[in-house]
C-alpha cells in the first residue's frame, strides 16, 4: 500500500502537491478576501509545477499567464472597487465541527485506500516528445477546428456583451444630466470618457 | 549549461547549477548598478549637464553609494499596512523579473535553461509582477499608493496584449515558440534577414508596448511623481524599495536582450564578411543598443495622458497587431508555402 519510490519527481510531487493542498486549504480558513486571492493564485502555481512534471510544458504556463496572471489580478481588481470590511467570525458549533472533521477524515480514509490498493493497467510510454506544442496547434487547426472556431465566438461574445453591459450606465448618466453637453469640450467628457476605457478592459 | 540541466540530478550537478545561478544574479545585480549610473549619465549630457561625477573617479561609484544608502536605511512598515502582504509584495516582484532571464540565449553554446516555450514562459512570468504591484500598493494602505497600483495594472495589463500578439508575427516566421530556434531562424548572413524588417510592424508594437510594460517615459504613469507622490511604493523604504527599484531595472535587462533575441538576431553578425567577431560581442553591442535606446527616450519624451494612454493601447496598438499577424499569415501562404 505505501510502494513509493523516492526519486526527483516524487519530490517535486510532494512539494507542488504541499502548495496545491495549503493554499486551498488557506483559500477557504483566511479571513481577508485578498489573502484569499493570493492562495487561490499559489494554487495555480502548484497546478502549473504538476503540468510541467507531466511534460505538458504548454498547458503549464499558459496556466500561469490566464490563471496566476490575468484572472488573479481580476479579482483583486474586483475585490479592491468594492468595500472590504472584515465580517466577524461566525459562531461555530462544536459538535458541528466535530462531525464535520469525523467525515472529512473518513472520506479521506476511503479514497485513499481505494486509489492505493486499486490495481491501475500499465498505461501506453507517454509520446509527449520534444515538439507537444508543435502538435497541440496541429491539432486544433486539423481534428479540432470547429470546437476551437465555437469557443472563439462564443468569447467575442461574451467579450462585447461585458462592454454592452459597461457601457449603458454612463450614458444614462449624461442622458439624465442634459446629453447635450456630454463629449463636447475636453472638461465634462474627459472624466466619463476615463471611465468607459476603464471598465472596456 | 544544457548538458548539466539534461543531465541526471546529482548533488554535484545540483551545487553546479546553484552556483551558476548564483553568479548570474551577481552579473545582473552589477548590470543594474551601472545601468542606473549610464542613465543618470546619458540623461545629464542630453541635458547639458554633468550627471553624477562626485563618488570614485567620474562618479563610478555613484549607485553603489546609493545602493548602500538603502540597505542601511530604516525598514519602515505602516501600522495599519497589511504586514503580511507589504512584506511579500516586492518578493512577488523580483521572482518572476529574475527568473524569466534563465531562458534568454546568449550565443549558441551559452544559454540556460533550453525552453521548447521559452516565449510563453517570459509571457507567463512577467505577468506575475503586475500581481506584486497592485498587492503593494494596496497593502501599504495609503491611496496614492492604491492609486498607482492600480493605474499599473491597468496599463500593464492593456499593453501585455499588444506586446503578446505582435510576437505571433515572429512565431509565425520561424515555427518556434523556442528562443534559440527563434535566433537561429534569422540567420542567412545579412542583417536583413532578422525579423525587425521583415516584422516592422511588430517591431514598432512591440517596442511601444515594450517601454509601457517598463513603466517608463512616455508610459511612467504609475509612478508620476508630480501627479501621483510616487506611485504603488510610496509608502515603501530601505531594501523594500530597492527591491522595487530593481525589479524595474532587471525587466529593462529581460526587455532589452528579450528585444535582441526576437528582433535583432541575438549573436548573428550583420555581414557574412563580420562573422569571425565572436557573437557573444554581437549579442552584448545590439543589447546596449536597445538599453541606450530606452535611456534616449526618457531623456526627449513627455508624460501622455491617462486617457491617451488607454486609447493609445486598445485603439491603435491592439487592431495593428492584429493586422500584422493576418499580413504575416497571408505572407506565409502566398510566398513561402505556395
Known amino acids: ?201 | 549549461m544544457g548538458a548539466w540541466l539534461n543531465g541526471p540530478m546529482t548533488w554535484g550537478n545540483a551545487v553546479v547549477i546553484f552556483l551558476w545561478g548564483a553568479v548570474f544574479l551577481m552579473i545582473v545585480l552589477g548590470f543594474v548598478t551601472y545601468a542606473i549610473y549610464f542613465e543618470r549619465k546619458v540623461i545629464g549630457w542630453m541635458q547639458f549637464r554633468q550627471g553624477p561625477n562626485r563618488v570614485g573617479p567620474l562618479g563610478l561609484l555613484q549607485t553603489v553609494a546609493d545602493i548602500f544608502k538603502l540597505l542601511i536605511k530604516e525598514d519602515t512598515i505602516p501600522r495599519k499596512a497589511d504586514r503580511l502582504l507589504f512584506m511579500l509584495a516586492p518578493v512577488l516582484a523580483y521572482v518572476p523579473a529574475f527568473s524569466v532571464l534563465a531562458v534568454i540565449p546568449y550565443t549558441q553554446k551559452l544559454y540556460f535553461a533550453d525552453l521548447n516555450v521559452g516565449l510563453l514562459y517570459y509571457v507567463a512570468l512577467s505577468g506575475i509582477s503586475t500581481l506584486a504591484i497592485v498587492l503593494g500598493g494596496w497593502a501599504s494602505n495609503n491611496k496614492y499608493a492604491l492609486l498607482g497600483g492600480m493605474r499599473s495594472a491597468a496599463q500593464m495589463i492593456s499593453y501585455e496584449v499588444p506586446l503578446v500578439i505582435s510576437v505571433v508575427g515572429v512565431i509565425l516566421l520561424s515555427g518556434s515558440l523556442n528562443l534559440r530556434d527563434i535566433v537561429e531562424a534569422q540567420s542567412g548572413g545579412w542583417f536583413w534577414n532578422w525579423n525587425f524588417l521583415p516584422q516592422i510592424i511588430g517591431f514598432a508594437v512591440f517596442i511601444i508596448a515594450a517601454v509601457s510594460e517598463l513603466n517608463r517615459t512616455p508610459f511612467d504613469l504609475p509612478e508620476a511623481e508630480s501627479e501621483l507622490v510616487a506611485g504603488y511604493h510610496v509608502e515603501y523604504s530601505g531594501f523594500r524599495f530597492a527591491f522595487f527599484m530593481l525589479t524595474e531595472y532587471v525587466y529593462v535587462y529581460a526587455i532589452a536582450a528579450l528585444t535582441t533575441v526576437l528582433f535583432l538576431g541575438g549573436w548573428q553578425a550583420p555581414a557574412p564578411f563580420l562573422e569571425f567577431v565572436p557573437g557573444i560581442l554581437w549579442f552584448l553591442l545590439k543589447f546596449v543598443f536597445v538599453v541606450f535606446f530606452l535611456f534616449w527616450i526618457r531623456a526627449t519624451f513627455p508624460r501622455i495622458r491617462v486617457d491617451q494612454l488607454m486609447g493609445l493601447g486598445w485603439k491603435v496598438l491592439l487592431p495593428v497587431s492584429l493586422l500584422n499577424v493576418f499580413l504575416t499569415a497571408v505572407y506565409i501562404e502566398l510566398f513561402i508555402k505556395g
Request: charged residues 10%; glycine residues 12%; proline residues 4%.
Open chain 1, 1 to 201: 500500500m505505501f510502494n513509493i519510490e523516492f526519486n526527483g519527481e516524487f519530490a517535486a510531487f510532494f512539494i507542488f502537491s504541499t502548495i496545491i493542498v495549503c493554499g486551498a486549504v488557506l483559500m477557504i480558513s483566511l479571513q481577508k478576501v485578498v489573502h484569499m486571492v493570493i492562495s487561490m493564485a499559489g494554487v495555480f502555481l502548484g497546478l502549473a509545477g504538476m503540468f510541467v512534471l507531466l511534460e505538458a510544458e504548454f498547458v503549464a504556463f499558459v496556466q500561469v499567464l490566464i490563471y496566476a496572471g490575468a484572472v488573479s489580478i481580476l479579482m483583486i481588481f474586483g475585490i479592491m472597487m468594492t468595500n472590504h470590511q472584515d465580517a466577524g467570525g461566525e459562531k461555530v458549533l462544536p459538535l458541528h465541527e466535530g462531525l464535520a472533521a469525523i467525515g472529512a477524515l473518513a472520506l479521506f480514509g476511503l479514497l485513499f485506500y481505494a486509489i492505493r490498493t486499486t490495481d491501475f493497467p500499465d498505461p501506453l510510454p507517454f509520446q509527449g516528445g520534444e515538439e507537444n506544442t508543435m502538435k497541440i496547434g496541429q491539432l486544433l487547426y486539423t481534428g479540432y477546428i470547429v470546437p476551437f472556431e465555437l469557443l472563439s465566438i462564443l468569447l467575442t461574445v461574451a467579450f462585447i456583451g461585458s462592454i454592452a453591459i459597461a457601457r449603458r450606465l454612463p450614458e444614462k448618466i449624461n442622458g439624465a444630466s442634459g446629453g447635450d453637453n456630454a463629449g463636447i469640450g475636453g472638461g465634462p467628457a474627459g472624466p466619463t470618457a476615463q471611465l468607459q476605457t476603464k471598465e472596456a478592459e
